[in-house]
C-alpha cells in the first residue's frame, strides 16, 4: 500500500502540535501523530479494532528542511503491518 494523492491532501494540512488525531478517510480508518510544528508525521491506516487500536499498515514521514526553512525532502515511508 502506498500514501495517495488524495490522502496526501489530508495529511498536508497543519494540526495541533504533539496531537494523535483520528479519522475516517474513504473506507479506512487513519490515525496520525502530529510533530511539535503540526505536521502530520506518524500515519496508522487500516480498520480500527474495538481497543481503538489501528490493524494495517504504518507510515512515517520523511520531513527535511535546510537552514532557512526550504523543504528539502518530503515523502511518506511505509514502515510494515501493524
Known amino acids: 500500500m502506498k500514501v ?8 498536508g494540512k497543519k494540526y495541533g502540535p504533539d496531537q494523535m488525531i483520528h479519522k475516517e478517510f474513504e473506507r479506512y480508518d487513519i490515525s496520525f501523530k502530529t510533530d511539535e510544528e503540526g505536521n502530520p508525521v506518524m500515519l496508522f491506516i487500516g480498520t480500527r479494532k474495538e481497543d481503538g487500536l489501528i490493524k494495517g499498515d504504518r507510515f512515517a514521514r520523511v520531513l527535511i528542511r535546510d537552514t532557512t526553512g526550504k523543504v528539502l525532502k518530503d515523502h511518506w515511508d511505509n514502515k510494515g503491518k501493524i
Do not use: M, N
Not at 495517495?4 to 495529511?11: D, M, T
Open 4 to 11: 495517495g494523492e488524495k490522502l496526501l491532501k489530508v495529511l
